[in-house]
T-cell receptor
Framework: GQSLEQPSEVTAVEGAIVQINCTYQ??????LSWYQQHDGGAPTFLSYNALDGLEETGRFSSFLSRSDSYGYLLLQELQMKDSASYFC??????????FGSGTRLLVRP | GAVVSQHPSRVICKSGTSVKIECRSLDFQATTMFWYRQFPKQSLMLMAT?????????EQGVEKDKFLINHASLTLSTLTVTSAHPEDSSFYIC????????????FGAGTRLSVL
């Protein structure tokens, strides 16, 4: 079957750096995406990796290693507003986006 | 600004009634839209792919006669939950990929359905 594994919860302090890991096992792979979702809100696109390496977008960076079926989202200079759920997602061979179970990030003062 | 507009944001209905949810693409044409369902503290589960001018493609386990999808124009897709039951209570979200990269989807604000 298809699966994407993420930690269920992560807690960090304001100003710190946090890394959210994602390992995947899917039928086909056409890139790894990351989405943020605040409670009661819709997911918003954060980052996308099609090739190995690091993609940086402001305070957020995303990394991919296709040989390890692994990626991570790195959040720097954490702010209180970063408290949300973060989902990794993989495009599979059917061109469907498969989402991970999500990681709830709690940023403390 | 918003790329996708979804209405209503919240609906409460009685068991046995039908509820229609609209998803509109703003300022662009969407030949494909996606409908997801999300239960509290869980992930997004793809229900179906809505294709303009043709039948929707449903995921395994999703009843097409219960969740009617219509994509009659390039800017509007609708999901109708027919004969709703309390177990259908969930957060329904539509999305589309305006730049044609399905990895990068833009979501509507979602509809929280509560069936009494």
């Amino acid at each position: 079957g298809q699966s994407l594994e993420q930690p269920s919860e992560v807690t960090a302090v304001e100003g710190a750096i946090v890394q959210i890991n994602c390992t995947y096992q899917t039928s086909g792979f056409y890139g790894l995406s990351w989405y943020q979702q605040h409670d009661g809100g819709a997911p918003t696109f954060l980052s996308y990796n099609a090739l190995d390496g690091l993609e940086e977008t402001g305070r957020f960076s995303s990394f991919l290693s296709r040989s390890d079926s692994y990626g991570y989202l790195l959040l720097q200079e954490l702010q209180m507003k970063d408290s949300a759920s973060y989902f990794c997602a993989v495009m599979d061979s059917s061109y469907k986006l498969i989402f991970g179970s999500g990681t709830r990030l709690l940023v403390r003062p | 600004g918003a790329v996708v507009s979804q209405h209503p944001s919240r609906v409460i209905c009685k068991s046995g009634t039908s509820v229609k949810i609209e998803c509109r693409s703003l300022d662009f044409q969407a030949t494909t839209m996606f409908w997801y369902r999300q239960f509290p503290k869980q992930s997004l589960m793809l229900m179906a792919t809505s294709n303009e001018g043709s039948k929707a493609t449903y995921e395994q386990g999703v009843e097409k006669d219960k969740f009617l999808i219509n994509h009659a124009s390039l800017t509007l897709s609708t999901l109708t939950v027919t004969s709703a039951h309390p177990e259908d209570s969930s957060f329904y979200i539509c999305s589309t990929d305006p730049i044609g990269a399905k990895n990068i989807q833009y979501f509507g604000a979602g509809t929280r359905l509560s069936v009494l």
